[in-house]
Every structure is written in C-alpha cells, then in structure tokens.
DNA sequence: TCTTGACCCTTCCCTTACGTCAGACCTTAA
DNA sequence: TTAAGGTCTGACGTAAGGGAAGGGTCAAGA
C-alpha cells in the first residue's frame, strides 16, 4: 500500500501540474518525501494526503501562505481561519452580485439603442454609487436588516423585481391614456401589483415597509441610481390607487 | 465649467489613486491632457468622463488591456463583450458558491469536534470531486434543468435546506424512540416536511423531481459527498411515512 | 532669504500562483 | 546508438497596481 510515486503520476493523480509540485516544493509547502539518484522528485502516500489538503484549501480561496500556516503549525485556530475565509468569500460574491447586475442593465440599455454608445456606463456608476452610498441606507436601516437584504436581493430577484415595475409602469400608462381612476377596479389591481413588488423588497418584514416609506419621503437626497423607470404621471397614478385601496394606511405618497 | 484638475484632486474625484492613474497613463489608457511647466499631469473634464468609462468597466470585471481595445475601437462589438462577461463572472460566482458551501461543510465537522482536525478537508474534496462529477448529473438532469438548479440554490438556501434536514433527522429519531407508526400523524407530519424539503430542491419541477428519485434509485453510484446526514433507521421510517401520506404516488424508497 | 509642508515626478522592486521557455541530464526501448 | 519521453534548475512573464527611493515644485511663514 505505500506507494512511491514520480512526479508525473503524482501530479495526475492529484489533479494538479508538475510545474506546481515544483512551486511547492520551492515555497516549502509540500517537500517530496525523497530523491532518485538522478534528482528526480519521488513522492509518497502521505505526501498524496498533504497535497490533498493543499488542494482543499486552496479551493475554498486561501492563499498558500496562509495554507503553509495552517498546515505547519497545529495551533492555528482553524475555526476562525475558516470563518474569516467564508466572509472573504461573502464580500466577494457581493462584488459579484453587484457587477452582475450592472452589465444587466448595461446590456438593457445597449438594446433599447438610441443612445451614444457610452451612455450605459454612466448606469454602471450609478449602481456603483450606491454601493458606496452605504452608509447613506444606514440611516433608514440597521445593519442587520441590511444584511438580510443583501441575502434576499439576489441578481436573479433583482432583475426579476426590475422587469416587474417595467411591466407596471407600462400597464400604468395604458391606464392613464384610457382615463381610469386610481380608485376603480383597475387602480386597485395596478395597486396591488405595486405592493407585490415592494413585498419582494422588504421581504414582508414591517420594519423595512416603514424605512421604505422614509426613504421614499426624502425625495430630495435619493442618490441618482434610485431614480424610478416610471415618469411622475405613473407615479401619482399608483400613489392615489394605492391609497384607495388602504384607506387607513399610509402609504408614503407626498 | 472647462475645469482642469491636477492629480490629488482628479483622482479623489473619480475614487482613484494617484499610483492609479500613473498606470493608465502608462499604459496609453488614459494620458493626461496636459502638463504643467514642471512636469505635472494636468486633467480635464473630458478626461474625467473617459476615466469614468474605466472605472466602469473595470467594476464589471473587464481587465485593462481589453478596456482600452474597448474604448479605443469604436467597432468592436460591446454587447458581446458584455454578455462574454456576464457569463465569466457567473461562472465565478459558481465557484465561490461552492467554495463557500465547502467551508460551511468544514466549519460544521470542525465545531463537531471529536475527528482529527484533518478530517474536514475529505469532506471539502468530495465537495471538489462532485464538481468535476457534472458529467454524472447529466446522466439525470438536462442542461436547462441543471441552469434553473444552479440559479434556485444559492449558498442561502442550501445552508436552510441542510438546517431543515439535520432538524428532521432529530424529530424523526425522536419518533421511532417513542415507537411511533410511520404511518400515523407523526409520521404524515415528518412525511410532509420531507416533501418540502425536497420541494427547495426540485423547486416544484415535476421533471426534476422524477430525475431525483431515478437518482435516489442509483444509490450505487453516489458520490461521496451525497451521504444523508441521517441514518438508514431514520431514512426508512420517513420512506415508509412517506409512502403512507401518498398512497399512490411512487416514493422513491427501494 | 530660508525653511517647512504639501504636492508632484520617475524608476525600480514587490506582490500571486504558477506558465513558459531554455539548456542540460536521465532512462528506456528499438 | 539514437530517438523519445521524462525530469531538473533558473530566468522571465503575467495583472494591477503598492511602496519606497531620491529628487523637483510651489506657497506660505519666520
């Protein structure tokens, strides 16, 4: 069972280049166990196992100098080595998340063409902004609520949401033109999509509804990338249809 | 509004570091306007609306080199650019799911406590291994269902799905110590939340949830990494439960 | 006029985790 | 004996800048 091994089947077996067995070699992370006469490396089982361990931390993103650490000495607080990776992780899937969703955009805007070319970055920065306008949201919400947003409001919710109040404001529109009242059966439908849509954004959570509704009365610092997709016109429609339908509730119309 | 603007200013303006903009500059990515007698690199508005451009894309992950191909050229196409990089970073985000999935698995035998501390990176490789087992999945699941998969179960959802699970494994070892009958309440109430449970993953799909039993059927060729945190006593009575609560319908248990 | 502090310049080395040669050495089969 | 295939070390390259060395510029105060 204890196997010695030359680079090149180590290597396959491992799932990993020769030309990294050397850099490990050379780092000290992973010393083969022996030498040929002629120098070759000769390795072993329990280097097999080693390098499997290597492999794994390296999946899950840290860095090999931190990995030699680990590995080399036993008391290492690993628990909190991996918690600390997992954060790293988190934030940068945000990044992610957040880049993903302003080539969505970019790409919606290069499709409605008309527009010069570049006019879609000036989007992208928006959607950038308000990732740094962080501590702008923080004065509606805590930073636990913060933190469930982020986990609900996926890309995929995002764009979901974004296609809803598309669809919306056009279906409003139509409304307007056909003189409906906000008030009527029609409003009151168009009302309820909206507060479906809001729904997706506060999760249900009352808290975040209120902070909502305070965002939304401080109209005058809303950072650009909060603009609506939906003209004043639209926006006043629903505002009385919504306020129709709850007559007890506010509802955050000016 | 023809403003100039020497480096300190400019760089803060548009959030980036002097050392920044000597790379660009460098680079041919973005050359100053003009010096200052003394040799200083002097801005302009124009040159703040092309260094917007990159920092843009820079956000959405583009490298240099192909920001100044896309910024130079006005015929290279940028909707396929964009959607070239949309697909690269969900490709990355994949991996940082699974990377982050890794972690929790390890976090979770590490806080167990009992194993060598070495034990929870078998369980991080079986997590590697099952992403090189795409082709086995294949064998069972369709492209399109595999992409809805990928979508559905986010590192979220997947921490509660495992919650959920480890929950019913408890309750329903608590059952059969109590000498409960699979097919009475208890057992129609555990029966349900294995339905659900499973509804997080099928996501309501009737084909995936035909594909999941023919894959619970192969029980043979399970990778690793697909081991019920529960045991053969607790999986037996849930089957058995769950065959009760849905005379009818096939279950899945051999 | 001299100095201080805040800017600015260029050039060079450093970082990660290897990939890619280049030139030389080893082993084995034909 | 030679050809093929495997291996060695060493040096250089990668992306996007960070940091430091060593030095110039500018305005204001002593």
């Given at each position: 069972?204890?196997?010695?091994?030359?680079?090149?089947?180590?290597?396959?077996?491992?799932?990993?280049?020769?030309?990294?067995?050397?850099?490990?070699?050379?780092?000290?992370?992973?010393?083969?166990?022996?030498?040929?006469?002629?120098?070759?490396?000769?390795?072993?089982?329990?280097?097999?196992?080693?390098?499997?361990?290597?492999?794994?931390?390296?999946?899950?993103?840290?860095?090999?100098?931190?990995?030699?650490?680990?590995?080399?000495?036993?008391?290492?607080?690993?628990?909190?080595?991996?918690?600390?990776?997992?954060?790293?992780?988190?934030?940068?899937?945000?990044?992610?998340?957040?880049?993903?969703?302003?080539?969505?955009?970019?790409?919606?805007?290069?499709?409605?063409?008309?527009?010069?070319?570049?006019?879609?970055?000036?989007?992208?920065?928006?959607?950038?902004?308000?990732?740094?306008?962080?501590?702008?949201?923080?004065?509606?919400?805590?930073?636990?609520?913060?933190?469930?947003?982020?986990?609900?409001?996926?890309?995929?919710?995002?764009?979901?949401?974004?296609?809803?109040?598309?669809?919306?404001a056009?279906?409003t529109?139509?409304?307007?033109?056909?003189?409906?009242?906000?008030?009527?059966?029609?409003?009151?439908?168009?009302?309820?999509?909206?507060?479906?849509?809001?729904?997706?954004?506060?999760?249900?959570?009352?808290?975040?509804?209120?902070?909502?509704?305070?965002?939304?009365?401080?109209?005058?610092?809303?950072?650009?990338?909060?603009?609506?997709?939906y003209s004043?016109a639209v926006?006043?429609?629903?505002?009385?249809?919504?306020?129709?339908?709850?007559?007890?509730?506010?509802?955050?119309?000016?």
């Amino acid at each position: 069972m204890n196997h010695t091994y030359l680079p090149n089947e180590f290597a396959k077996r491992a799932g990993v280049t020769i030309r990294a067995l050397h850099h490990y070699d050379r780092l000290g992370l992973l010393k083969p166990s022996g030498r040929t006469a002629a120098g070759y490396r000769v390795y072993s089982d329990r280097d097999f196992a080693r390098l499997e361990q290597i492999v794994a931390l390296k999946f899950i993103g840290f860095p090999l100098s931190q990995i030699r650490e680990l590995l080399h000495r036993k008391d290492t607080d690993l628990t909190a080595a991996l918690r600390q990776q997992r954060e790293i992780l988190a934030e940068k899937r945000e990044h992610l998340d957040r880049a993903m969703q302003a080539i969505e955009r970019a790409e919606k805007i290069v499709a409605s063409g008309g527009k010069p070319d570049w006019e879609p970055f000036r989007k992208v920065i928006e959607v950038i902004q308000m990732q740094t306008r962080k501590d702008w949201m923080k004065k509606y919400y805590t930073e636990e609520q913060l933190a469930n947003l982020r986990k609900r409001w996926s890309p995929e919710v995002q764009a979901e949401s974004q296609r809803g109040w598309e669809a919306l404001a056009k279906d409003t529109e139509e409304a307007i033109a056909t003189g409906a009242d906000p008030a009527g059966e029609v409003g009151r439908q168009l009302a309820a999509r909206r507060k479906r849509l809001l729904a997706m954004f506060t999760g249900g959570d009352p808290g975040m509804e209120q902070n909502l509704q305070k965002l939304y009365a401080d109209k005058a610092n809303w950072p650009a990338s909060f603009k609506k997709p939906y003209s004043d016109a639209v926006d006043r429609f629903l505002c009385q249809a919504a306020e129709a339908l709850a007559k007890n509730e506010p509802v955050g119309c000016e």
